[in-house]
DNA sequence: AGACTGACATAAA
DNA sequence: GTTTATGCCAGTC
């Protein structure tokens, strides 16, 4: 596992603002990762001190073991969540390419 | 090396 | 709406 493309997708992640939320696809895709698994891969190790919460599935759905807390989080940022579910159309980010 | 797993995505049934 | 099937690729055993 490549450190520097560890380094990049954890700061896409914390790149995301409060109230808004990307997918593993997307934030696999501007870090240049190889697959989105990469992501939660990182995030499962290494998110501790970042806003995990704001990373969902591509449609809106969290992973089962988190579907609880995440949504919790969210909602405490003013995401609301139709039960499982967050509305990507609303509250989708789509994170800039990190410059350097 | 080979098999299995997974905080995924997409398409098909 | 749902469940299955594939593709994907870095870890782990």
């Not at 493309?5 to 700061?11: A, Q, V």
């Not at 939660?40 to 807390?69: C, F, I, K, N, S």
Request: hydrophobic share 35%.
């Amino acid at each position: 596992m490549d450190e520097e493309l560890h380094e990049r997708i954890r700061h896409v992640v914390a790149s995301i603002p409060p109230g808004r939320v990307s997918t593993y696809g997307d934030v696999a895709a501007v870090a240049g990762a190889s697959t989105p698994r990469l992501v939660g891969r990182v995030l499962r190790e290494d998110g501790h001190d970042l806003p995990w919460h704001r990373v969902l599935r591509a449609d809106g759905t969290p992973a089962p073991h988190l579907r609880r807390e995440q949504l919790e989080r969210l909602r405490a940022e003013g995401v609301l969540a139709d039960r499982q579910r967050v509305d990507m159309r609303t509250y989708r980010w789509l994170p800039a390419e990190p410059e350097s």
